[in-house]
């Protein structure tokens, strides 16, 4: 019950200035001892104080600890479909992934995908996550007991779609509601699991089902809301078709109640200054997933007028869209897509935006994304560095090359950010739990 892990201790104390370098709300502890008591956080001391004999202690000397990664938008059926090629997003919804996901109405193939998918999360260092199943009940429920099994925090609901999509992957609007109201009966809320309306896209529900998704967010207080917004220009153009009285794609959501503080819209590439301030004003968060937008040529999200507008930001890898589940390799996207717009996203904001500031957007900083005493301790351990490159440039950053410099902290860690990936998660923890170790650890 009570767990002791030596390494570097890194997490956020707050938000750190978005863009700098500056240490400001990092915490940075290296060599210390991260105290874990029945699954949760209970304290650090530094190396050379070990913990007493009732502590079980795990040395990982010389490795990064951090909290678990919190990716706030990623499809469980897409893992099927990930890496395919040649297709923009409408294209490539119609060709590969309508076509997967029709398998998800199988109950052996929805546990088995539940399976993999949280296992494969673990690996890549992620233990919480915000999660599409498909328009099957049978496989949001079985991404909720999967989760369960793990002790995992997910938010996730059945999608909902009732036009535009192939036979097999449609609903109607009483049926989904039905669906809706059981799986949040006996799900929302039960263990780390939480409901979350999960409307496609404009495009794939009529008016009809907005309403009834906006109804169930009034009658059910506590429930999140999960999309995709303005990712692909001729998405946009096809939804300004279909809702020509919506001042924009996100006004779509909004006349149908579904924005607010608890609400994860994927993408929101092609948002003008009116849909960032309401953003703002409704304190829904954008998902920014930068690997997916890459993969996809959806466009290049723009941090710095999020920034400026206020509203919250998430990273997310859209798998499968997106082509890694590692946060690590999300991160290193991340900062390319702001490159090319002139900016520049530091390591502390990437790596806050994806522990800390994931768990506060979320509602969640009670419970996830640092090292507070009273957090539940996902926890996952990282190696600095894996393979000759890597671990030569973690050796220039730490003054061990000859004739080079020791680098601050933050090149450092911005090195391991860029350079790292799944390989380095040596082992990952939740609420305690040893759930992952790299064989060989
Ligand atoms: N828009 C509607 N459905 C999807 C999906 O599955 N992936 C992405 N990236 N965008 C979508
Ligand atoms: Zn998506």
């Avoid at 499809?75 to 398998?103: K, M, N």
């Avoid at 946009?236 to 924009?248: I, Q």
């Avoid at 994931?358 to 969640?364: C, K």
Wanted: charged content about 20%; overall charge negative.
């Amino acid at each position: 019950m009570r767990l002791a892990l030596r390494g570097d201790l890194l997490d956020f104390s707050g938000t750190p200035v978005w863009g700098s370098s500056v240490m400001a709300s990092v915490r940075w502890r290296p060599d210390h001892w991260l105290l874990v008591d029945t699954g949760r956080i209970a304290g650090a001391l530094p190396g050379d104080e070990p913990p007493g004999e009732d502590w079980q202690r795990v040395d990982h000397r010389g490795r990064l600890i951090l909290p678990g990664f919190i990716d706030t938008h990623v499809h469980c059926p897409q893992l099927d479909v990930i890496a395919s090629y040649g297709t923009g997003l409408l294209d490539w919804l119609d060709t590969y992934t309508f076509p997967a996901e029709r398998r998800f109405a199988d109950p052996a193939v929805a546990a088995e995908g539940a399976a993999r998918f949280l296992d494969a999360l673990l690996a890549h260092g992620t233990t919480a996550a915000v999660v599409f199943p498909t328009v099957h009940k049978v496989s949001a429920e079985a991404l909720f007991a999967a989760a369960a099994e793990r002790s995992m925090r997910v938010v996730a609901g059945k999608v909902l779609m009732d036009r535009h999509a192939p036979d097999g992957l449609r609903d109607d609007v009483a049926g989904a509601e039905a669906d809706c109201e059981d799986l949040i009966e006996r799900w929302h809320g039960r263990g780390r699991n939480a409901y979350a309306v999960t409307v496609r896209f404009a495009a794939t529900s009529t008016p009809g089902q907005l309403a009834m998704a906006g109804a169930l967010a009034r009658h059910h207080p506590g429930l999140y809301l999960q999309t995709h917004v303005a990712e692909n220009r001729d998405e946009v153009k096809w939804v300004a078709e279909l809702f020509p009285e919506a001042r924009s794609y996100l006004d779509v959501y909004h006349r149908h109640g579904l924005l607010h503080e608890r609400s994860v819209l994927a993408h929101g590439i092609w948002l003008d200054t009116h849909d960032r301030a309401l953003l703002r004003d409704t304190g829904a968060q954008i998902a920014f997933c930068p690997s997916s937008n890459l993969f996809l040529g959806s466009g290049l999200f723009d941090w710095q007028a999020a920034v400026d507008a206020g509203h919250r930001v998430s990273l997310a890898s859209d798998v499968g869209g997106g082509t890694s589940l590692s946060m690590l390799r999300t991160l290193a996207e991340g900062y390319k897509v702001q490159a090319l717009h002139g900016t520049r996203l530091s390591a502390w904001s990437a790596l806050h935006a994806a522990t800390r500031g994931a768990a506060e957007a979320l509602g969640l900083d009670g419970e996830i994304g640092h090292f507070d005493t009273g957090a539940l301790a996902d926890v996952v351990v990282w190696d600095w560095a894996v393979g000759d490159v890597a671990g030569h440039r973690d050796a220039v950053a730490c003054g061990a090359v000859p004739g080079l410099p020791a680098q601050e902290l933050h090149a450092r860690v911005f090195a391991w950010m860029t350079l790292g990936d799944e390989r380095n998660v040596a082992a990952a923890y939740v609420a305690g739990m040893p759930r992952f170790e790299r064989v060989g650890v």
